[in-house]
């Protein structure tokens, strides 16, 4: 089978079309034939090595397709059935085999590209929404890289929910999608300053909560923005890791709550997994969740989704298509 | 006025008996005179320069007494009244100057002592459990330095919310009184590991909270004794401050929740502070919460009880009369 492979981690250039056995079930793993694999920023951290994996690696987090093998203990999975999962690693390839507990059911009025588009980003935005900080109707909450993958959903679900969003974004064409999605403010950091700009709107209060995905250049001034006793919610990192800080700040700043939550430690047990992912699907099915899979990219052009996920050009999912 | 003056920062002995003025009230403040005044962790802090003010300073942020004379913009309290209060700085001395929104009435039901003690370990312990992680029924907390001033108070109250607590002491007699004020388990750290002892009370599964004043020396072990999506309320440093944390450690350890968390955030307006005080005297009032009142000495004798506090000799609080 045709697969990308990460032989020594590095730049997009690192990731390379490879022919590869297709692998067999182990009697806990089905395998699945890819319909698309989604594109995460994840990917870019171990393909870079800023997260650790052994190489040679597949590299991607997230798949839908259909069963074509079922190892010899799994009975939660037949052939034939449509299946979506996030697991580690291996989907950047024509086949993938998973463990079984960990692949969802992807219901009628959910397409396969719909699936592989937010089994990863779509259950992250509902974690986050639901469980680490629940946001109410009422809260404020200050949301970064708002037209991005994760960005245009949470902001989608937060506005549901009745928050009042304001949004970051780089450009005016972001700055529409933001908007388009429900964003109630929205700020162009390359043009204002995100801190300055946050505390007018909020008449100086702060914000009740930061969804924080880029980390080293915002999180400092999202800890001056939040009220206090308000959440700094960090969960990713796209512009560099936050280094280690004083935790004294977080008392000078308002007694501040601090969590950098993953998706991994919100879908532990199949039940949980079972229930965000189906909250997720049913939002898209009754058409409360509007995605945008503008770009699609054939799998042997890897490279060029990631160097367009770096660049920042893309907004929405990027999808890769075996 | 008989006072406590610091006029370089350093050791115990630098607390000096001194004469000086009585102060005059500015326009909100009242003056009061201290029956008792109430000895901090925070006290030695400042006294030794880990927290910063301007020396010289007149220690202590806490007492109980009388009111003997009000600015003219004072409208909170009369002259006569008995108050109590925390967080003005001066109360190591016969007389102090306080802002009026720190006052709060002592009813007949209490005495001067139980105010004392009520105030900043009180309403430490008070928005510990219910605001900074809002302590449920049939969650377990862990609850360091127990049989401290603030320890044998969240154990109280953990116990009386129904919450399973694990205490940690340093010797047997704290353990015992960490017990009898309801602790389910008791663990001794200068004999034992808390981190293994604390895996095997809760079957591996760890706690779901961390009620943390000791800082340094429990950090690490803290992070590893939480369950999934746990939480840890870091409220004081008496081991020492924290050394820088690593965001990513938290999302490693179980996307845990940290707050570092400050009073002066819990009680930031009169009506909170209220709320707080008069919740608080109602349970020491009606024999539910026990102020353990471990040593009194004269005004003149501040620095032992200083020695005493860091010497960490008695389980309870320590009280100064001027």
Not at chain 1, 211 to 239: I, Q
Not at chain 1, 277 to 284: K, W, Y
Not at chain 2, 287 to 311: F, T
Request: charged share 20%.
């Amino acid at each position: 089978m045709k697969a990308i492979q990460v032989k020594q981690v590095g730049g997009p250039e690192a990731m390379q079309m490879v022919d590869l056995p297709v692998p067999e079930p182990k009697s806990n793993e089905a395998v699945i034939k890819l319909a698309a694999s989604g594109v995460n920023f994840i990917d870019v951290y171990y393909r870079e090595g800023r997260y650790k994996a052994p190489v040679p690696l597949i590299p991607g987090q997230e798949g839908a397709g259909e069963v074509v093998a079922v190892g010899r203990d799994v009975t939660s999975v037949k052939n034939g059935e449509r299946v979506a999962w996030t697991a580690a690693l291996g989907c950047y390839a024509e086949y993938a085999a998973v463990a079984a507990d960990r692949l969802v059911r992807i219901p009628p009025g959910v397409s396969d590209q719909q699936a592989a588009a937010t089994m990863l980003q779509g259950m992250t935005a509902h974690y986050l929404l639901y469980d680490t900080f629940p946001l109410k109707r009422g809260d404020t909450a200050l949301v970064h890289a708002a037209a991005g993958g994760v960005g245009l959903l949470l902001v989608q679900m937060a506005h549901e929910i009745g928050a009042r969003i304001i949004a970051t974004v780089s450009t005016e064409e972001k700055a529409k999608l933001a908007r388009g999605a429900g964003a109630d403010e929205v700020i162009l950091y390359t043009q204002q300053d995100f801190e300055a700009e946050t505390k007018r709107l909020t008449d100086g209060k702060g914000v009740d909560v930061v969804y924080d995905s880029v980390g080293k250049t915002t999180f400092e001034k999202g800890l001056n923005l939040l009220r206090p006793r308000g959440m700094m919610v960090l969960f990713g990192g796209s512009s560099g890791a936050v280094p280690p800080f004083d935790p004294i700040i977080l008392t000078q700043k308002g007694s501040l709550y601090l969590t950098r939550p993953s998706l991994g430690n919100y879908i532990a047990t199949r039940e949980e997994l079972v229930s965000r992912s189906g909250a997720v699907f049913g939002m898209i099915a009754a058409g409360k969740l509007k995605l945008r899979i503008e770009h699609t990219y054939p799998l042997a052009e890897a490279q060029r989704a990631h160097r367009d996920l770096e660049g920042r050009k893309t907004t929405g999912k990027l999808l890769l298509i075996p | 006025m008989k006072a406590i003056r610091v006029e370089h920062i350093g050791g115990p002995e630098v607390l000096q008996l001194v004469d000086v003025p009585i102060p005059q009230a500015k326009a909100a403040e009242a003056v009061v005179k201290v029956n008792v005044a109430g000895v901090n962790s925070i006290d030695t802090q400042f006294r030794d320069g880990r927290l910063r003010t301007p020396v010289p300073f007149i220690p202590g942020h806490e007492g109980a007494g009388v009111i003997t004379a009000v600015g003219p913009q004072v409208k909170a309290v009369r002259g006569g009244d008995r108050v109590a209060w925390s967080g003005t700085l001066g109360s190591y001395a016969e007389y102090v100057a306080a802002p009026e929104e720190h006052l709060v009435p002592v009813p007949h039901s209490i005495t001067d002592d139980q105010a004392t003690a009520a105030m900043v370990h009180g309403l430490t312990a008070h928005y510990l459990v219910n605001d900074a992680h809002k302590l449920k029924a049939g969650e377990t907390a862990l609850v360091h330095a127990a049989a401290g001033g603030v320890g044998l108070l969240v154990v109280q109250m953990a116990h009386a919310i129904g919450a399973r607590v694990i205490g940690t002491a340093s010797s047997d007699e704290k353990a015992q009184l960490a017990r009898e004020a309801g602790a389910d388990a008791v663990i001794i750290f200068t004999r034992q590991d808390f981190e293994a002892e604390v895996k095997r009370l809760t079957a591996g599964k760890g706690v779901d909270v961390v009620y943390d004043g000791v800082g340094k020396a429990t950090f690490e072990k803290n992070l590893n004794v939480m369950r999934l999506r746990g939480m840890l309320v870091l409220y004081g440093m008496s081991s020492g401050a924290v050394p820088p944390v690593d965001p990513a450690k938290l999302s490693e350890k179980g996307s845990l929740y940290m707050a570092r968390t400050t009073l002066a955030h819990f009680t930031a307006t009169r009506e909170e502070l209220l709320a707080r005080t008069s919740a608080l005297f109602a349970m020491i009032a009606d024999g539910r919460l026990h102020m353990r009142i471990a040593k009194k000495y004269p005004l003149a004798d501040a620095a032992q009880s200083h020695r005493d506090l860091e010497g960490r000799h008695f389980a309870g609080k320590l009280l100064l009369v001027p």
